[in-house]
């Protein structure tokens, strides 16, 4: 019997669990202070105002415009804390007790706005307008459109 035997009974019966103390408790300090961090840079007054509570901060930060927490959420998707939550070998070992696979693809298509900041694509594949790279692409697709 597995350690997460549990997880796979739960996902084999409801087709999903919920799955408690996988991480160490180091790694949720860390994307702690990176989201507390990255509020500071958006509005100091928000931070300051928080007292170190993330959703506070979330809700501070959104009660004045929704967009300040897009902002939070893009900046987190470049967070080396959320990689090594992904790539943590206990994620792994229930991902491989519960699904029989190890395999995870973390993927954010997320990116509509990008696009619309830099321009359209022109049907060879080129920006038209505020183009960072000339070179046209496979397909039409940015790169930083097709990973995120």
Not at 37 to 52: F, K, L, N, S, T
Not at 123 to 143: E, F, I, M, W
Request: hydrophobic share 40%.
């Amino acid at each position: 019997m597995t350690a997460n035997a549990g997880v796979a009974q739960a996902m084999a019966t409801d087709g999903a669990a919920v799955v408690r103390a996988v991480f160490p408790p180091d790694l949720y300090a860390s994307f702690r202070s990176e989201v507390l961090a990255v509020v500071r840079q958006i509005d100091p007054a928000v931070h300051d105002g928080c007292g170190g509570d993330i959703d506070r901060a979330w809700q501070a930060l959104t009660a004045k415009d929704r967009k300040l927490g897009g902002h939070v959420y893009d900046a987190l998707k470049h967070s080396m804390t959320v990689r090594r939550f992904a790539t943590s070998e206990a994620l792994r070992g229930v991902l491989r007790d519960s699904l029989g696979s190890e395999n995870l693809a973390v993927v954010d298509i997320n990116f509509p706005h990008r696009r619309a900041e830099r321009g359209p694509l022109s049907s060879h594949g080129t920006r038209t307008t505020g183009s960072r790279s000339a070179r046209p692409t496979p397909g039409g697709v940015d790169s930083d459109d097709a990973i995120g």
